[in-house]
């Protein structure tokens, strides 16, 4: 492709491990031409997001950040000082794993916090804290589920954080719009990454959806990050407060 995000900072936070979706929208990214800062959650993940880091470009920098933290945003928001920055890109969620597995109406109100806090409300303490950077204006991504508006069988809190997650995104454009700063989601299809290991049936999901969904195939990762780079650029200007559906189409059927 042709450089669609050259000249543009990025900020991808929730990079694990290779197979992260972050990780894939890092790697559109770099071949855009954006100069990157990667993010991971904690302490564990440093040495292998370093790694990646370098893979991904010479100058990519990886920066310890766990959103429920505000000094590690501050410190963030300090490590991208004088700015500005372009892109943000918002690829994180948590739930306890008992809360996606046992029935919905035994969720904890511990559980549900955690997973509203972690899942939803860090995309309004991450634009908040990135919009004064955003001074050209600017693009703000996260990465959702069908979950938010179905029932999907396990996904439980998740869902009641995705739907939290995609109101956010309309209340964010509205507030942002004014600082050309355009907010969406990308509402993926599932995954194999390590937040869908060990998910019970997690492969009979995707079989059904290779089965069903009109492509008859799974999501590939690398077309969730080429979405991104979409919203990231200038092809992206007039798009805002939406969510973007790449599933291979499964969310428009009825059976
Ligand atoms: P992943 O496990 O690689 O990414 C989740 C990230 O969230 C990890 O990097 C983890 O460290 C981070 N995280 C969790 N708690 C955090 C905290 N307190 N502070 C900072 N980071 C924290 O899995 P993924 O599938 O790439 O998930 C990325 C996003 O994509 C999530 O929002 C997920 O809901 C969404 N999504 C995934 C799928 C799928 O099937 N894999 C489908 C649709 C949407
Ligand atoms: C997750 C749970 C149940 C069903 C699921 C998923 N389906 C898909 C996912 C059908 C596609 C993956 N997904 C979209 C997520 O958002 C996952 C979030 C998640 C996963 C875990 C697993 C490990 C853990 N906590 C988690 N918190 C959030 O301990």
């Given at each position: 492709m042709s450089n669609l995000l050259h000249g543009k900072t990025a900020l991808i936070l929730g990079v694990a491990n290779k197979w992260s979706l972050a990780y894939a929208i890092g790697r559109s990214f770099a071949r855009e031409g954006a100069n990157l800062v990667i993010t991971y959650q904690g302490e564990r993940q440093k040495l292998t997001v370093d790694e990646l880091a370098a893979e991904l470009s010479p100058t990519a920098r990886a920066i310890q950040c766990d959103v429920t933290k505000p000094e590690e945003l501050a410190a963030l928001v300090d490590a991208l000082q004088p700015g500005p920055l372009h892109a943000v890109v918002h690829s994180i969620a948590f739930a306890n794993r008992e809360d996606l597995s046992r029935p919905f109406s035994e969720t904890s109100r511990d559980g549900f916090l955690l997973a509203l806090e972690v899942s939803a409300y860090s995309l309004v303490a991450v634009s908040k804290a990135m919009a004064p950077l955003m001074t050209a204006g600017g693009s703000i991504v996260t990465l959702t589920y069908l979950g938010a508006v179905r029932v999907i069988p396990n996904y439980n809190i998740m869902g009641v954080a995705k739907a939290a997650l995609e109101a956010s995104v309309r209340y964010l454009a509205n507030d942002l719009g004014p600082a050309n700063i355009r907010v969406n989601a990308i509402s993926a299809g599932p995954v194999k990454t390590a937040s869908a290991r060990g998910i019970k049936d997690f492969s009979k999901v995707l079989d059904g959806v290779a089965a069903h969904a009109p492509l008859r195939r799974n999501t590939d990762p690398a077309e969730v990050a080429d979405t991104a780079v979409f919203l990231a650029?200038?092809?992206?200007?007039?798009?805002?407060g939406n969510v973007v559906y790449v599933d291979a189409g499964f969310q428009i059927m009825g059976l």
């Open positions: 650029s200038e092809l992206g200007r007039g798009v805002t």
